[in-house]
């Protein structure tokens, strides 16, 4: 194969791409937060005695998870719209999708990290007079957080990855910048690589911590 690898153009290429890269990263981060924060309020919902908060937690968790993310991003910017009267910009449709859909998962790892709590350390709060707000956040918490701690590292890379999608709602993340510089200068290979060099490094650490962290947790246990 007679290909000449054009290193002059990935360094003229760079600026733009690292404009990407802060964009993903302004998406990134939110999502994950945003998330946390509503899949915190899901789990309690789905461990609720009460009917009326445990079923609905339970659709959403369940329509979140078994539809494309892909098709979850468009529906909140084409559809959406339609149903709330107002127009969403690119990146806050993307946000949306991707904040929520993690929601979803995050739900999932809080109630099975709180349901690995036997049931004797609840009885033995509420005998102390604690109220169940009181007993998360003394007693069951602290427990757990260590445990979900490496599933919640996962995520946050899977979030990661998935960022990339909003590139077909035109945010002008990382993959955008990487799919219009390659179709502008027509070298896919040089432009493509980059990109995923650059992902790479932005996501690893997070694989090298949460590896850590497991092996750590293993050798407390």
Request: zero cysteines; glycine letters at 8%; charged letters at 15%.
């Amino acid at each position: 194969m007679d290909y000449q690898f054009e290193f002059a153009l990935v360094l003229r290429s760079l600026p733009v791409l690292l404009r990407g890269l802060v964009v993903t990263i302004q998406l990134w981060v939110p999502s994950i937060l945003l998330g946390l924060a509503g899949g915190f309020l899901l789990a309690l919902a789905r461990l609720s005695d009460r009917a009326w908060l445990r079923l609905p937690g339970l659709l959403y968790i369940e329509l979140f998870r078994d539809t494309p993310v892909l098709i979850q991003l468009i529906w909140f910017f084409y559809a959406l719209p339609i149903l709330i009267g107002a127009e969403l910009s690119p990146f806050a449709a993307a946000l949306l999708g991707l904040a929520l859909n993690t929601s979803a998962y995050a739900a999932e790892i809080f109630r099975g990290g709180i349901q690995s709590i036997g049931k004797g350390q609840w009885e033995g709060a509420r005998a102390l007079g604690m109220r169940r707000g009181q007993i998360l956040r003394r007693v069951i918490l602290p427990q757990v957080f260590k445990r979900m701690l490496p599933a919640f590292t996962n995520r946050a890379i899977e979030v990661a990855k998935m960022s990339s999608l909003a590139s077909v709602l035109s945010v002008h993340e990382l993959m955008y910048q990487g799919r219009l510089l390659s179709s502008t200068y027509y070298r896919p290979l040089e432009i493509l690589t980059t990109v995923a060099f650059i992902y790479f490094v932005l996501i690893y650490p997070g694989t090298w911590l949460s590896a850590r962290i497991e092996k750590s947790l293993a050798a407390k246990a």
